[in-house]
Antibody
Framework: EVQLAESGGGLVQPGGPLRLSCAAS????????MNWFRQAPGKGLEWVSY????????YYADSVKGRFTISRDNAENSLYLQMNSLRPEDTAVYYC????????????????WGQGTTVTVSS | DIQMTQSPSSLSASVGDRVTITCRAS??????LNWYQQKPGKAPKLLIY???SLQSGVPSRFSGSGSGTDFTLTISSLQPEDFATYYC??????????FGQGTELEIK
């Protein structure tokens, strides 16, 4: 069973950069699209970014477009999120998660999540 | 963007109770609706996908129904480990996922 482990979170000043990593166990990482989600303190879940298995297709939430960059290295079983121009409202727990399309109708969902890494943007 | 609205936002119930949580989409999403459970300090866990399909390993007391804009998650007999926050998520506009605001299920 695949497991995901995020790292790279921490305290950063407004306007600063931070790079998150997500290490995947197992040999099937390269077969699946991946996502980043986040959850601000005491708030709900927010989708941040998506990358296809080949990296050809990438999407961002409007709230991070132009500031965040998602990437992956299938040879290293790793997913990344480069975050620039950070704002206090980016403070959250960030989760990497696997995207899955099942064989049946309507089966598109996120089935494996990492434990999360905390990003705090504050001066 | 597709907006998802859950009700209630919080709910108090007792062990053994039958509980229903509702999720409404701002437009028809067919059956592209998933449910997640999240406990404090933990990652979300997939319970139900495609509106009514039970994820492997999830107890059968959890069930989902609905299509179009209105969906429900039902827990037939609450167990102590079920007290958590529940989120619906639409995957119709995949991968531009959106979630409901969450329903916090508390012990009465």
């Amino acid at each position: 069973e695949v497991q995901l482990a995020e790292s790279g979170g921490g305290l950063v000043q407004p306007g600063g950069p931070l790079r998150l990593s997500c290490a995947a166990s197992g040999s099937t990482f390269s077969s699946y699209p991946m996502n980043w989600f986040r959850q601000a303190p005491g708030k709900g879940l927010e989708w941040v970014s998506y990358i296809s298995s080949s990296s050809r297709t990438i999407y961002y939430a409007d709230s991070v477009k132009g500031r965040f960059t998602i990437s992956r290295d299938n040879a290293e079983n790793s997913l990344y999120l480069q975050m620039n121009s950070l704002r206090p409202e980016d403070t959250a727990v960030y989760y990497c998660a696997r995207d899955l399309t099942g064989a049946g109708s309507y089966q598109i969902y996120v089935d494996v999540w990492g434990q999360g890494t905390t990003v705090t943007v504050s001066s | 963007d597709i907006q998802m609205t859950q009700s209630p936002s919080s709910l108090s119930a007792s062990v053994g109770d039958r509980v229903t949580i509702t999720c409404r989409a701002s437009q028809s999403i067919s059956r592209y609706l998933n449910w997640y459970q999240q406990k404090p300090g933990k990652a979300p866990k997939l319970l139900i996908y495609a509106a009514s399909s039970l994820q492997s390993g999830v107890p059968s007391r959890f069930s989902g129904s609905g299509s179009g804009t209105d969906f429900t998650l039902t827990i037939s007999s609450l167990q102590p480990e079920d007290f958590a926050t529940y989120y619906c998520q639409q995957s119709y506009s995949n991968p531009l996922y959106t979630f409901g605001q969450g329903t916090e299920l508390e012990i009465k």
